[in-house]
């Protein structure tokens, strides 16, 4: 059999159960048609780089697939009728990617990013930088 890579944009509106919901009906397609889902990876709701059906975001879904071709074009055909999927690709690959995609991996790197520069804004000290000496008006108030 035959190594995939499946993305598809769904919605914006749609909530996170109903992505998931589209997930589950692709990956029993492919398990239906004796084909086998690896790895199925939500990448979240994101920004498009353009409008598409006016949708200006969308919930990008990522499913690696050891399948024969002809369930990828089952599996293609139902995503096209379905009104919830804005756009998706079907990639062959040599191999699949171990561990998580580049994409996930971004993801952490941002969260890890985020989560540095939010620890000041609780008024926990941040550790990379000294204490304020304090203003002028606090020292007269105390």
Partial sequence: MALYEHVFLARQDLAQAQ???LAEAATKIITDNEGKVVKTETWGLRSLAYRIAKNRKAHYVMLEIDAPGNVIAELERQTQI????IRYMTVKVDELEQGPSAMMRKQERDRERRGEREGGRD???RGDRPDRAPRRDQEEAA
């Fill in 19 to 21: 992505v998931d919901a």
């Fill in 82 to 85: 379905n009104e919830d999927v």
């Fill in 123 to 125: 008024g926990a000290p």
